[in-house]
Nanobody, 118 residues
Framework: QVQLEESGGGLVQAGGSLRLSCAAS???????MGWFRQAPGKERTFVAE????????SYTDSVKGRFTISRDNAKNTVYLQMNSLTPEDTAVYYC????????????WGQGTQVTVSS
């Protein structure tokens, strides 16, 4: 199974930016790739995804216009550019992969902490 490793998290002030990276141990070209987050005491929720092969993307409403998901298939890496961060964006961010034909994401990274101070 492909291993996913997130990086780029950290502490940032409100209004700042971070770029998360998700490096895969194998090819990601054939898979939908997504970012999810889990805030303290809350369930993990969808943030953004980018479809396999092409570049179609989707976002949860709260991050539209602020976050951008992208992929570099040559590097087997997916990115999440996060701008205009607010304390409500504080969470552990997870990268995930979904195989063709599956409804749910079935391969997950370990997560990276993002903390936004007010």
């Amino acid at each position: 199974q492909v291993q996913l490793e997130e990086s780029g998290g950290g502490l940032v002030q409100a209004g700042g930016s971070l770029r998360l990276s998700c490096a895969a141990s194998g090819s990601t070209f054939r898979y939908d790739m997504g970012w999810f987050r889990q805030a303290p005491g809350k369930e993990r929720t969808f943030v953004a995804e980018i479809r396999r092969y092409g570049s179609a993307t989707s976002y949860t409403d709260s991050v539209k216009g602020r976050f951008t998901i992208s992929r570099d298939n040559a590097k087997n890496t997916v990115y999440l550019q996060m701008n205009s961060l607010t304390p409500e964006d504080t969470a552990v961010y997870y990268c995930a992969q979904r195989r063709a034909g599956l409804r749910d994401y079935d391969n997950w990274g370990q997560g990276t902490q993002v903390t936004v101070s007010s």
